[in-house]
């Protein structure tokens, strides 16, 4: 057995490979185990053994490509060999007493035998001698282990005894710390650079919160540990890659060690310094919170330091519990998302059920319990605005007209169930934004054609994998207020399969007399919808259900007559088609007789889809001469032009 300033480890040890980053002495760090050489390590030692003796491993780095690591290594073979270092290795420093047992790779690189072997002890020279604490392993998405090792010290290997099922040497300890422990003096070099580097260590830990339990640790540590054993702790710590923890772990020499790991020190201090000139004034800048994640410290406990100016984890479980306090929930509410909030707070984040709990919270903070916007109830401003956006409906204007001046006289007046039915291309849709817009709301479309699920309305249960809200809590999230207009467009097309009636679903939202309670699977808590205004379109009351169509007040849209959509044209289609083609009104003008022809010989139908489209098709037909550089000459009528003809032309006859 070798022995440590009383720490034993056996003088043979069990070899495991990483490429995921360096062990250093005192400090933990988690080793993801995929080889089937350092699985079999795991099984034969950490799984079968009962003795403390049983779970020391000798971890070493592994520099070469991860990629390959994963792989069975080639067969290697014996050979006695007593070699000197050849002149291509200059980096290791290799011992004139290495004899015994060396494999030699069998790869089609051409080397000689001795540089062989010698490339294959170098790879497995210094290494860290490392106690399993824990063993967590997983079938998914293959088998594989992760383990939780703290480094004991280091060791080099001296003899290579074995190398299937996995890898066993005999191994020389290095660190001798015990001289230094035990009271014998320090060169003058020695003392200064231990001395420096401490007072590094204390400048490090002052400029953290030491409010902060485990920052009050760490600074007990300083003063607890022996020094010597500083440069493996800090490095551990601070932000270092795997190449300058490498170098610290072939730094044998005491010595050499500071020299190596002050410049890192001197490093984190300089980047702490240099993120507290840029940070931005906050009121609670006199508090210096850290994010600290938990690793392991010697002799049993990690803190690696990163200044990202909060607590991640503390910090966001306060901002969660503060905005559940401030939604402004109603009771029932409040009190499961307290209780659910309790249980989030002891649960692990590795638990499933840790995100969707704090998705149903965030959720649950986002929703307008409370906030609404104020209607704007001037008839006239709203009548001189209805019919600036919609020529004719006048049955529609009316009936918004009313409910404003009814909601000028009772303020407490539910939300009307409205129901547009008419044909297509006749406004519906249309009309329901320009609705919102008159009464200062926001507007939510929700397109329920070939909804056949019930669950995209009234949403999910928590215990499904994937589980969501129903498409009405998430447009109120959308648009942030409880007194939105709701357009449930093509309600006639509503599907029903094995997953239920969305139909029915829909039957407690339109409900006036249900809809102040309305409960969504996925929240489980009542929700008032009564300040919605809903209104629905269709084509035909025949598909929907009696139960639902007793629940609106249907309005019926007819179509439009010739002169409504002469009217039309002029005053919206035409604008807005020449705005989306890029002309202007002198580059193109249809007179009014050359749009009753359209609409008397190629547009014969209820709406005006067909009008837009042949418009349009005029429209390119002239962009296409302007591109051109074409002039139309003052003598030419813009409906006797090639680009009118084109637009008249019986498209698709």
């Avoid at 053994?49 to 690591?69: A, Q």
């Amino acid at each position: 057995m070798a022995s440590h300033g009383g720490i034993q480890i056996p003088s043979r040890l069990p070899l495991l490979l990483t490429h995921e980053g360096v062990l250093l002495p005192g400090s933990t760090t988690r080793v993801s185990v995929h080889s089937a050489r350092n699985m079999q390590v795991v099984r034969s030692r950490l799984l079968k053994g009962t003795s403390l003796k049983s779970t020391i491993l000798g971890v070493i780095p592994n520099t070469r490509d991860p990629e390959h690591d994963t792989q069975e290594l080639p067969a290697l073979h014996r050979y006695e060999t007593d070699v000197p270092c050849p002149e291509s290795c200059r980096s290791c420093d290799c011992s004139p007493k290495l004899k015994g047992l060396l494999f030699v790779s069998l790869t089609t690189t051409p080397l000689s035998e001795s540089e062989s072997a010698h490339s294959a002890l170098c790879c497995l020279s210094i290494g860290t001698a490392g106690l399993a604490v824990q063993v967590v392993g997983s079938n998914w998405p293959k088998p594989h282990y992760t383990l939780l090792i703290t480094g004991l010290c280091r060791f080099r290997v001296t003899q290579l005894l074995r190398e299937r099922p996995f890898a066993v040497a005999i191994v020389e300890q290095l660190d001798r710390l015990e001289q230094y422990t035990e009271g014998q003096p320090l060169d003058r070099e020695l003392r200064e650079l231990t001395q420096n580097f401490y007072q590094a260590a204390l400048q490090l830990v002052g400029m953290l919160d030491m409010s902060v339990p485990v920052v009050a640790k760490l600074r007990q540590l300083l003063d607890s540990l022996p020094r010597e054993t500083l440069p493996d702790v800090l490095a551990a710590m601070i932000r270092t890659s795997n190449t300058e923890k490498l170098q610290v772990l072939d730094a044998v020499d005491l010595q050499e060690r500071f020299k190596k790991t002050l410049p890192m020190l001197t490093r984190q201090i300089e980047g702490l310094k240099l993120l507290q000139k840029t940070r931005k004034p906050r009121p609670d800048d006199d508090k210096r919170v850290l994010a600290i994640r938990k690793g392991g410290v010697f002799p049993g406990r990690q803190f690696s330091l990163e200044e990202d100016g909060e607590d991640e984890d503390g910090d966001d479980m306060a901002v969660l519990e503060r905005k559940v306090k401030e939604a402004a929930m109603p009771e029932p509410a409040l009190h499961v998302c307290l209780k659910e909030l309790k249980r989030l707070k002891k649960m692990p984040q590795s638990m499933p059920e840790y995100a969707l709990t704090r998705n149903y919270l965030e959720l649950m903070v986002e929703l307008p319990w409370t906030k609404s916007t104020s209607d704007c109830l001037d008839i006239r401003a709203a009548r001189v605005l209805l019919d600036n956006d919609h020529y004719a409906l006048e049955k529609l204007k009316r009936r918004v007209l009313e409910y404003l001046a009814v909601r000028q006289l009772r303020s407490t007046l539910k939300g009307p169930i409205l129901c547009f039915v008419g044909p297509p291309g006749v406004g519906k849709t249309s009309v329901g934004r320009s609705i919102a817009r008159t009464l200062g709301r926001e507007f939510h479309r929700i397109a329920l054609g070939g909804v056949c699920d019930q669950s995209d309305v009234r949403g999910h249960r928590r215990t499904y994998v994937g589980s969501m809200p129903g498409r009405i809590i998430n447009g109120l999230k959308t648009v942030g207020v409880n007194n939105p207009v709701f357009l449930l467009d093509e309600v006639d097309k509503l599907g029903k399969s094995l997953q239920g009636d969305p139909a029915a679903a829909l039957l407690e939202v339109l409900d006036p007399e249900q809809n102040h309670s309305f409960t969504d699977h996925y929240l489980n808590v009542p929700f008032d919808l009564s300040q919605v205004l809903f209104i629905a379109t269709a084509n035909t009351t025949s598909t929907i259900p009696p139960a639902l169509l007793d629940r609106m007040e249907v309005i019926q849209v007819p179509g439009y007559t010739q002169e409504e959509k002469v009217e039309i044209a002029h005053r919206h289609l035409i604008p807005h088609q020449l705005e989306q083609h890029g002309l202007t009104p002198q580059q193109l003008q249809i007179p009014q007789d050359t749009t009753h022809e359209i609409i008397s010989k190629y547009t014969r139908e209820a709406g005006v889809r067909s009008l837009e489209r042949k418009i349009g098709a005029i429209c390119r037909a002239v962009a296409v001469k302007v591109a051109e550089g074409h002039k139309m000459s003052k003598a030419e009528s813009p409906g006797e032009t090639e680009a009118g003809r084109a637009g008249t032309t019986p498209l698709g006859r």
